[in-house]
């Protein structure tokens, strides 16, 4: 019997399963650092103790990491036993953040399969897990929903059982959670980077985030070994160069994470990631690539109780080598994606009032 | 309104006026590790909580950190308000080094504009501006002068006050700052690497670095945005290709940490930067370039009432693509540099006697 | 007198000469997180602080760092002293791992002079070094035999006294370190990653790791620099792409670090190295080399008084842009390595029984 991890194939689950992923991770300041390093972040809550603390932020001295940190790490670990045979990531929904995550936490994650359908060429079917990364007071730190095309290993193979389970919009305004201790009454927006506050955005605005950000393959490996994704078409270019692209493919989260970084330059208040509603990585990209982002307003949500923060729905779209002042979404024929567009991703972020 | 920074044009500023620069940022050990991943500096001061610790500069058990580290960390804060329009970065001068950087430490910057001298053509002036990095305690951690070429927004704009600082040639002896608890009793010159102390270099004296580093994209771009420097020359291919030099620039600091890295063959025991008095990129740098480096000795400080530490004026020059075996310096006519100098820079440094 | 490190030539080397490295190394999270970025190693006793806990090895609520970036940090040191003017590295003996290295601790190397033997053509020599990684408290971390051929500065020097020194084939059971404080008996194989333990695994049995990684510069030199390796080859494109290959030369060491990294998907519970019997760096490899790897059981060694641990012996073979389902090793002629063979390691690890 071979010991490598072939993965699992479509008729390897089942509805129901719940799998218990391996490799639990420490977070650390050395993550945070090359999270820097790799997207150049700026929100100040995760950039400065000090800013941390004067929001109700810190623990143990430090700043909370990068909410899309946490993400990717608690989403590398699904990769060995749910997208080892994919062919697609299809997209992303119900996604929420949950427990702040410091340096020191490490973080496990459990996936419960709550869906397989198969597909009328009986050669891939679509799963779908449910994910939750916890850290080790057994928090909840992210959960979200994720389908993805994957092989059969076997074409005969019958599929026991099949469903689609039914996904929410959007994350509700009464399950976001809000930081405990979190307090705005301090905060500094001259050293947040930002004079425009929750109540200065309106429904339907869009923002050109302006800046772009060209990928290296050292880059978008390195970040993908950090979060130890083993996803074999980042990182093998023996084998890619003989694929459908002739390149390695880079990890569509590296992308979430840029244009979460350049929304900074119009954003700069919305200073933490609450939810995903639904995503999608509407085309591949590659090393070379220069990633653009602009933004729209969908909606403005109020959160009960508080005076000091506010909540919007973004619409956070990246492009390709296009810049984005003419905001690229839709191709002519109004259904698929423009193909400069490589990121469709429905947030929910927290703002000052 | 827009919500995007434009950043400042040449008309925006005012003699006088005070910045305080957005995104403070805690300093950790990782960015310690990417700063020897990027440069592989070897001063064991910065590399060895426990040699920092026996000359008198650990804290809380750790060693400070690289003084080109913090300035980085100051320098990127004032890209986005002084310099997102620059055409130019032109010179340094009046740098001093304060409190050590320790991990933990909290920096922020501040800057006042010290000069505004309008070009003849009217599309452009010369800004001056002090930035000053502190600490959580307020404590002054860097400052400097640098002077930048920035773009007007409007050539009929009316600039309304005009002045050009008069700035030192150098730091002077009495204004440099030897650290609290320094004691070079127990210094290991061994496990510093080189048995060349102060007394052994001569005013005149030059030294050629001997070794060189070729620059990878993915590596300048981690450096920059790990500071959180926001110039867009740095970052975007799709624009820069379409720019003058077809590439993306190397941010001059980058060069600066690399210089100062390879003279440890030569300067191993240099183990401190106190001052730079002075500064000039002479030429720009891009990826695949290999610089070398070379030094000389201008002048020889002694420190009042210490026996066991002396400060060396140093010249560091840069090139890119020529080793430094014949010191390249000026071109031919006796003024411009020579085409191969990138970097020339008027440093303080600190050494054992 | 120049100030610059010439290195040691093959006539500057006596018998028993003992050298003493300079720049001692505070290793810390930073490191970890840059090891994991570069390798992307998912051992979870260096993963995850709980995990080191659980089988009784977390220090300070941190796990051990792995232990090849322990290796690098001790083999770094010894480059300005031993191999500045090496021509080639020509195998490792007799590694044993010690105490476990930590967050915090400071590494410092010293080597031994063990053997000297001039090469006929008079130009070049090999040195036999036996070095020695300590920790700030004085305990040995690693210690190895390596043995490189070292350039005559002058042709016509006289080598006083030459010895080849005898090697162990192997470190013998006896001698192999067992962590302080290991205790499997709380090993959880699923949060490892992999149900095959000691008794799963047959002396002759072969593992192909089936994944490959593709080495960009960016990588190989961020990672050469971080362990502070100053060998020339590794860095200056300028001056290689004069030389023998025209490109930079990858450190061997690197290679060493992807194939235990690969070598996860197969000896997933292999969770600690404890001895490089022997090694050879069978072929240079030069950015864009995709590097696969496999393993061969070699001898199953009982570990006595201990029932819930066993150490493996272990053929540890790396190629570059030659997936291993073959297993390639020696040429048709039985005898030299096959071309796409790039790293002969053999190696002791410890694993759950």
């Known amino acids: 019997m071979t010991k490598t991890n072939a993965g699992n194939f479509f008729e390897d689950f089942r509805l129901g399963q719940v799998i218990t992923h391996a490799t639990p991770r420490t977070v650390t300041s050395g993550d945070v650092a090359l999270y820097t390093a790799l997207y150049g972040s700026r929100f100040a809550v995760n950039s400065s103790a000090e800013f941390a603390r004067s929001i109700g932020l810190a623990a143990n001295g430090a700043a909370p990491v990068d909410d899309l940190l946490a993400f990717h790490v608690v989403f590398g670990k699904t990769v060995p036993d749910i997208s080892l045979n994919a062919v697609a990531n ?66 005969n193979a019958v599929v026991s059982e099949e469903s689609v389970p039914e996904l929410p919009g959007s994350v509700a305004a009464a399950d976001l959670i809000i930081p405990a201790g979190l307090d705005l009454k301090a905060y500094d927006g001259t050293l947040a980077g930002s004079p425009h506050r929750w109540c200065d955005y309106a429904v339907g605005e869009k923002i050109d985030h302006v800046d772009g950000m060209t990928i290296e393959e050292a880059e978008h490996m390195m970040a993908t070994r950090l979060w130890q994704n083993t996803a074999k078409v980042h990182f093998n270019q023996y084998t890619e160069g003989q694929g459908r692209f002739g390149r390695r493919l880079i990890y569509g989260g590296h992308i979430i994470s840029l244009a979460r970084a350049l929304s900074f330059n119009g954003l700069g208040n919305a200073f933490k990631l609450v939810a995903f509603n639904g995503g999608r990585h509407a085309n591949p990209t590659f090393a070379g690539d220069t990633i653009h982002a602009w933004s729209e307003v969908l909606e403005k949500i109020e959160i009960p109780g508080r005076s000091d923060v506010g909540a919007l729905r973004l619409r956070l779209v990246a492009t390709k080598n296009q810049p984005c002042a003419a905001f690229p979404f839709k191709a002519e024929n109004g259904k698929d994606f423009d193909a400069s567009v490589v990121l469709d991703l429905d947030t929910t972020v927290l703002m000052p009032r």
Chains 1, 2, 3 share one sequence.
């Open 90 to 155: 299809l997209g992303y929904a119900a996604g929420r953040f949950g427990a702040l995550v410091y340096p020191g936490d490490t973080l496990t994650t459990v996936s419960t399969v709550i869906g397989l359908k198969e597909n009328s060429n009986k050669q891939t079917g679509v799963v779908y897990v449910r994910s939750t990364g916890t850290n080790q007071k057994g928090e909840m730190v992210v959960e979200y929903v994720r389908w993805v095309m994957v092989r059969k290993r076997d074409v």
